[in-house]
């Protein structure tokens, strides 16, 4: 985020919004203009700014990447462009604009004249007033829109793409029905058609679609290979452990696989203000346990607490608390060495621990095996208060074998029979918040007879 050029315009919206203004004080007391830049989603120009090194650094940067066994995503904005891009004065036909004024529209002087243009913006909030608003419902700004997402494509191996579903035919039908439009409108769905034309040079590139509303099954369907989860974070963030596990456990297992699970981002509050440690801890394994996309945040594994407006280029110094860096430490050094992310994995339901109990409600377990016969196991209790359940474990061969189960987060080691595993399940009593990684093996070759 915030790699390409905003601009002079985009970055007097954010200094001159009275908000803005008050926000900016809060978090960073004694804050300067120049502490102030335009937002990296009032984009002036896809190009690297000379202050980051320019093209040839952004290269070198992703080289370096390479090297490490990593790949590089950047931001593509797509519904709107900044104030400062050249096409408002060059091609003002590519936006959303009327004839006249109106609410959210601005006068903008052009080579065919002056024209009232459209700020960007989502139908449920305000413009955002350092944009303008491309029309979709135009074949030449799909084009143009494409051909930017094409040079992008050749500089990154993945990309975010804000706010995607704002650009889907019936939401952006609705959202300027109110604006003229032109005689035609394309029959297809913008991002089918824009996905295949990357697609067809790169077929490794990546999008994660930033998703809303319940959209993103159609996103993914047109050619995204992740989109956000909110929903799960939202039922994290309200402490609703049932409606988590009913959420997961909703979804088709191709949804599920193509979700990116997250805590917090640069739109949310600091998942460290908002969780205990504790909670946090429970949390992280479960976005970090599930098929899917796992999405940390830049700060998250430090428990920064300040969220942070995007225009700032300087952050307040934070203390980092040794619970929560312990905690991800230990995340990021065990799950490795499981089949966690890379086996097959699959959500599982688990069953009471007795018949007025109703505790089990409150886990997420996840099963993942990669080398048979041996799995993993993630079960995490998102209660705040124990809770019990069975788990219907299924790899194959489960009944045949006596197994060794050991939990890797205490070192525990346990001894299970096959066919009790498979008749009744595993039991777990976990405390508040508590978690499980538990590796399993068999403790004999030799088979089990009744």
Request: glycine residues 8%.
């Given at each position: 985020?915030?790699?390409?050029?905003?601009?002079?315009?985009a970055?007097?919206?954010?200094?001159a919004?009275?908000?803005?203004?008050?926000?900016?004080?809060?978090?960073l007391?004694?804050?300067?203009?120049?502490?102030?830049?335009?937002?990296?989603?009032?984009?002036?120009d896809?190009?690297?700014?000379?202050?980051?090194?320019?093209?040839?650094?952004?290269?070198?940067?992703?080289?370096?990447?390479?090297?490490?066994?990593?790949?590089?995503?950047?931001?593509?904005?797509?519904?709107?462009?900044?104030?400062?891009?050249?096409?408002?004065?060059e091609?003002?036909?590519?936006?959303?604009?009327?004839?006249?004024?109106?609410?959210?529209?601005?006068?903008?002087?052009?080579?065919?004249?002056?024209?009232?243009?459209?700020?960007?913006?989502?139908?449920?909030?305000?413009?955002?007033?350092?944009?303008?608003?491309?029309?979709?419902?135009?074949?030449?700004?799909?084009?143009?829109?494409?051909?930017?997402?094409?040079?992008?494509?050749?500089?990154?191996?993945?990309?975010?793409?804000?706010?995607a579903?704002?650009?889907?035919k019936?939401?952006?039908?609705?959202?300027?029905?109110?604006?003229?439009?032109?005689?035609?409108?394309?029959?297809?769905e913008?991002?089918?058609?824009?996905?295949?034309?990357?697609?067809?040079?790169?077929?490794?590139?990546?999008?994660?679609?930033?998703?809303?509303?319940?959209l993103?099954?159609?996103?993914?369907?047109?050619?995204?290979?992740?989109?956000?989860?909110?929903?799960?974070?939202?039922?994290?963030?309200?402490?609703?452990?049932?409606?988590?596990?009913?959420?997961?456990?909703?979804?088709?297992?191709?949804?599920?696989?193509?979700?990116?699970?997250?805590?917090?981002?640069?739109?949310?509050?600091?998942?460290?203000?908002?969780?205990?440690?504790?909670?946090?801890?429970?949390?992280?394994?479960?976005?970090?346990?599930?098929?899917?996309?796992?999405?940390?945040?830049?700060?998250?594994?430090?428990?920064?607490?300040?969220?942070?407006?995007?225009?700032?280029?300087?952050?307040?110094?934070?203390?980092?608390?040794?619970?929560?860096?312990?905690?991800?430490?230990?995340?990021?050094?065990?799950?490795?060495?499981?089949?966690?992310?890379?086996?097959?994995?699959?959500?599982?339901?688990?069953?009471?621990?007795?018949?007025?109990?109703?505790?089990?409600?409150?886990?997420?377990?996840?099963?993942?095996?990669?080398?048979?016969?041996?799995?993993?196991?993630?079960?995490?209790?998102?209660?705040?208060?124990?809770?019990?359940?069975?788990?219907?474990?299924?790899?194959?061969?489960?009944?045949?074998?006596?197994?060794?189960?050991?939990?890797?987060?205490?070192?525990?080691?346990?001894?299970?029979?096959?066919?009790?595993?498979?008749?009744?399940?595993?039991?777990?009593?976990?405390?508040?918040?508590?978690?499980?990684?538990?590796?399993?093996?068999?403790?004999?070759?030799?088979?089990?007879?009744r």
């Amino acid at each position: 985020m915030g790699v390409w050029t905003s601009g002079p315009r985009a970055r007097q919206q954010a200094l001159a919004q009275p908000q803005q203004r008050r926000l900016y004080a809060q978090v960073l007391p004694g804050w300067q203009a120049d502490d102030v830049a335009g937002s990296p989603y009032a984009i002036g120009d896809y190009q690297v700014p000379a202050a980051l090194g320019g093209e040839a650094g952004l290269a070198q940067f992703r080289n370096a990447l390479h090297a490490c066994g990593l790949k590089l995503l950047l931001d593509f904005v797509p519904n709107h462009l900044g104030l400062d891009h050249r096409w408002l004065t060059e091609r003002p036909d590519l936006f959303v604009q009327s004839p006249t004024p109106r609410p959210g529209t601005f006068r903008q002087q052009t080579r065919l004249g002056p024209r009232w243009l459209a700020h960007g913006k989502d139908p449920h909030f305000f413009p955002w007033t350092d944009t303008v608003q491309l029309d979709y419902r135009r074949p030449d700004a799909r084009a143009a829109m494409t051909g930017l997402l094409e040079s992008v494509a050749h500089r990154c191996d993945g990309a975010r793409c804000d706010m995607a579903m704002l650009l889907l035919k019936d939401v952006f039908s609705r959202t300027w029905a109110q604006f003229p439009a032109p005689d035609t409108a394309p029959g297809s769905e913008f991002w089918a058609d824009a996905i295949a034309a990357v697609k067809q040079t790169n077929p490794d590139f990546l999008f994660l679609a930033e998703a809303y509303w319940g959209l993103e099954p159609r996103l993914q369907e047109l050619g995204f290979d992740y989109t956000y989860d909110k929903v799960l974070y939202d039922k994290l963030i309200a402490r609703d452990a049932a409606g988590a596990q009913r959420h997961l456990l909703g979804l088709p297992p191709q949804g599920l696989a193509a979700g990116a699970h997250f805590l917090e981002n640069h739109d949310e509050p600091r998942a460290a203000s908002l969780l205990s440690p504790a909670e946090q801890g429970a949390a992280a394994l479960l976005i970090l346990g599930l098929p899917g996309m796992r999405f940390l945040h830049q700060g998250q594994l430090s428990g920064a607490r300040i969220h942070l407006p995007v225009q700032l280029l300087r952050w307040p110094p934070e203390p980092k608390p040794a619970a929560i860096q312990a905690l991800y430490e230990r995340l990021l050094t065990t799950l490795p060495a499981t089949s966690v992310g890379r086996g097959q994995g699959e959500l599982l339901l688990p069953r009471p621990a007795w018949p007025d109990n109703p505790t089990a409600q409150n886990f997420i377990l996840a099963q993942w095996q990669a080398q048979p016969p041996e799995f993993d196991l993630v079960a995490v209790n998102l209660a705040p208060h124990p809770s019990q359940c069975y788990v219907p474990l299924n790899p194959p061969g489960l009944a045949a074998r006596q197994w060794r189960l050991v939990d890797l987060f205490s070192g525990e080691h346990f001894l299970r029979d096959g066919p009790d595993l498979h008749r009744q399940g595993l039991y777990l009593d976990l405390p508040a918040h508590g978690t499980s990684l538990l590796h399993a093996q068999p403790a004999y070759s030799n088979l089990l007879s009744r």
